[in-house]
């Protein structure tokens, strides 16, 4: 527990007290955004905002879990690392992305095909490093199951897992990237389901089956760990918030929506509650839904369902302001992140 305070705290007060450091820098390159021009008018206004700020996120959270584990002589975990560089990664492919958007001066960065080919690389390598390292009783961080609560059904081979969690590590950068519209929503979003994580590498650490074995227990590697990543990560997420609220000073672009996406995924993925994230994650999922449904719909019939996609731009457009969208969005995420952590108590629940 001392580790996921410490780490969690340093990883806060550095990106409280660096944010407006890269603010300046930024600012002073002028690493500023590109608007859309055929997004929201309102948005016309912050062109010019320092973008690239999830760079203060990932070295924030990379200095926090180092500390943490240092101060406290915990050793870092083959979980923790796994997942700190699937999240270092994809962070590296948004920042290449947001770059090119500057030196073009363009809203559009990589092309799709490029950037799907980064968090594929990212992916896979995370995917297959996942199958391997096993500790001391034989459990690797994660084994080729696909699950929910934990491993459910028989094992579906190393080749379809690898092609499944690479699939669900650009679903969910992907879903937090279309989030990150409006400030401060997708940040807000993601401290939501890092607390519901740290809650559940907790428990599974209280009831982990190296302990106590029993039908209800969880067999993860490094539980505890899992818990300080996500601690660690909300924590940097925390201090950045403080500048990315509406009226946001700066933007986490690409390299933070992608990096938060493959922590969740990764955190999904290691403490084997890989579908339950639909849940715990159910705004993202709404998000990016929205985006599949208004895609779908004007190829199949020529009409929009929405007025803009993605989601929270077709309540701008129906006169909403930014700040109730975000408030109202962090409100849906809260619940669907209560519904997931009911479902994950309950079902531990001995029969």
């Known amino acids: 527990m001392k580790t996921?305070?410490?780490?969690?705290?340093?990883?806060?007060?550095?990106?409280?007290?660096?944010?407006?450091?890269?603010?300046?820098?930024?600012?002073?390159?002028?690493?500023?955004?590109?608007?859309?021009?055929?997004?929201?008018?309102s948005h016309l206004t912050k062109r010019g905002?320092?973008?690239?700020?999830?760079?203060?996120?990932?070295?924030?959270?990379?200095?926090?879990?180092?500390?943490?584990?240092?101060?406290?002589?915990?050793?870092?975990?083959?979980?923790?690392?796994?997942?700190?560089?699937?999240m270092t990664g994809l962070g590296a492919v948004g920042f290449i992305d947001d770059f090119m958007k500057i030196y073009k001066q363009t809203s559009l960065g990589l092309r799709s095909g490029s950037k799907l080919a980064g968090q594929a690389v990212v992916g896979a390598v995370f995917a297959v490093e996942v199958l391997r390292h096993p500790d001391a009783v034989d459990i690797t961080p994660a084994d080729a199951h696909i699950s929910f609560l934990r491993d459910v059904g028989p094992a579906i081979g190393v080749l379809p897992f690898v092609i499944w969690i690479v699939l669900m590590i650009a679903g969910w950068s992907n879903a937090v990237n279309l989030t990150d519209g409006l400030d401060g929503l997708?940040?807000?979003?993601?401290?939501?389901?890092?607390?519901?994580?740290?809650?559940?590498?907790?428990?599974?650490?209280?009831?982990?089956?190296?302990?106590?074995?029993?039908?209800?227990?969880?067999?993860?590697?490094?539980?505890?760990?899992?818990?300080?990543?996500?601690?660690?990560?909300?924590?940097?997420?925390?201090?950045?918030?403080?500048?990315?609220?509406?009226?946001?000073r700066i933007f986490m672009g690409d390299t933070g929506s992608l990096s938060l996406g493959g922590v969740l995924a990764g955190l999904a993925v290691c403490t084997k509650t890989q579908l339950l994230l639909v849940i715990l994650g159910g705004l993202f999922v709404l998000i990016i839904m929205s985006v599949v449904i208004q895609v779908?719909?004007?190829?199949?019939?020529?009409?929009?369902?929405?007025?803009?996609?993605p989601l929270q731009h077709h309540f701008e457009l129906l006169g909403w302001a930014e700040t109730t969208i975000v408030i109202r969005f962090w409100l849906i995420a809260g619940l669907f992140i209560a519904l997931g952590l009911g479902i994950f108590y309950v079902a531990w629940l001995p029969v």
């Open 4 to 41: 996921i305070l410490i780490s969690a705290a340093v990883a806060m007060l550095l990106a409280l007290l660096g944010t407006p450091l890269a603010i300046r820098l930024f600012t002073r390159r002028g690493y500023g955004q590109e608007i859309r021009e055929d997004g929201p008018s």
């Open 49 to 86: 905002t320092p973008t690239m700020g999830g760079t203060v996120i990932v070295v924030a959270t990379l200095i926090g879990y180092v500390v943490g584990h240092v101060l406290t002589s915990d050793a870092m975990s083959t979980s923790g690392v796994l997942v700190l560089g699937l």
């Open 186 to 248: 997708a940040t807000g979003g993601s401290i939501l389901v890092l607390a519901a994580y740290v809650l559940i590498g907790i428990w599974q650490l209280k009831n982990d089956c190296t302990t106590a074995l029993a039908q209800t227990c969880y067999a993860v590697r490094d539980p505890l760990d899992m818990a300080v990543v996500a601690g660690t990560v909300l924590g940097a997420c925390f201090g950045f918030l403080w500048w990315n609220a509406p009226p946001a």
């Open 296 to 309: 779908g719909s004007f190829k199949l019939t020529g009409r929009r369902v929405f007025k803009m996609a």
